[in-house]
């Protein structure tokens, strides 16, 4: 997988190589709903949607009182950026 330099804006990635490239994190893609993954970390997992203008993230039971914590990262951001946000975790 060549993917472009990490610092180029996730919405100029080719889905394919966004698909890879959520593999290569450890997510796993839901096969019933393929804009759908699953992310499953030694303390803490996640939902990852890829919507239409952003990629959203919901961290399971990590929040105050074991609520979820949803956040949603823009495809205008770096791939770099968000790989940041997105895998370092809640």
Same mark, same amino acid.
């Given at each position: *997988? !060549?993917? +472009?330099?990490?610092? !180029?804006?996730?919405?100029?990635? +080719?889905?394919? $190589?966004? $698909?890879? /490239?959520? %593999?290569?994190? @450890?997510?796993?893609?839901?096969? !019933?709903?393929?804009?759908? /993954?699953?992310?499953?970390? *030694?303390? /803490? %997992?996640?939902?990852? /949607?890829?919507?239409?203008? $952003?990629? !959203?993230?919901?961290?399971? @039971?990590?929040?105050?009182?074991?609520?979820?914590?949803? %956040?949603?990262?823009?495809?205008?951001?770096? %791939? $770099?950026?968000?790989?940041?946000?997105?895998?370092?975790? +809640?």
């Amino acid at each position: *997988m !060549t993917l +472009p330099s990490a610092d !180029t804006p996730l919405y100029n990635h +080719p889905l394919h $190589e966004i $698909e890879q /490239w959520l %593999r290569s994190q @450890g997510c796993e893609q839901d096969p !019933t709903v393929p804009h759908s /993954w699953r992310l499953e970390q *030694m303390d /803490w %997992r996640a939902q990852l /949607w890829l919507e239409n203008e $952003e990629l !959203t993230v919901l961290y399971i @039971g990590e929040g105050d009182n074991g609520q979820d914590i949803k %956040r949603s990262f823009k495809y205008s951001l770096s %791939r $770099e950026d968000i790989e940041a946000a997105v895998f370092s975790g +809640p």
